[in-house]
């Protein structure tokens, strides 16, 4: 079982930067991909970007070269680091996570607002 707690949302000008927190429980963790998701008014939840267990990401095309996932193992974080943020950006963001073993993400946090104003 693995616990996911987003922090760091909040509301800031196009061009600024954000980064958001994502505490996981579980001694296992490390064996988890990792992933960002968000879901704007009226649209489907969309992928951001992942990180594997081996620490290789992958990200979107919409936001590919501003944002960049991290994790920290030892700590049982994960990041999702935003810069030059634009308001299509704004959204309700969520991080994810998903066993080795698995293809589908299985556990996900609260979410946190992100909105980004021009």
């Known amino acids: 079982q693995v616990q996911l707690v987003e922090s760091g949302g909040g509301s800031v000008q196009a061009g600024a930067s954000l980064r958001l927190s994502c505490a996981a429980s579980?001694?296992?963790?490390?064996?988890?991909?990792a992933g960002w998701f968000r879901q704007a008014p009226g649209l489907e939840r969309e992928f951001v970007g992942s990180?594997?267990?081996?620490?290789?990401?992958n990200y979107a095309n919409s936001v590919k070269g501003r944002f960049t996932v991290s994790r920290d193992d030892a700590k049982l974080m994960v990041y999702l680091q935003m810069t030059n943020l634009k308001p299509e950006d704004t959204a309700v963001y969520y991080c994810?996570?998903?066993?080795?073993?698995?293809?589908?993400?299985?556990?996900w946090g609260q979410g946190t607002q992100v909105t980004v104003s021009s």
């Open positions: 994810a996570a998903r066993g080795r073993w698995t293809t589908t993400f299985g556990y």
């Open positions: 579980g001694h296992t963790f490390p064996n988890y991909m």
């Open positions: 990180i594997d267990w081996n620490g290789a990401t």
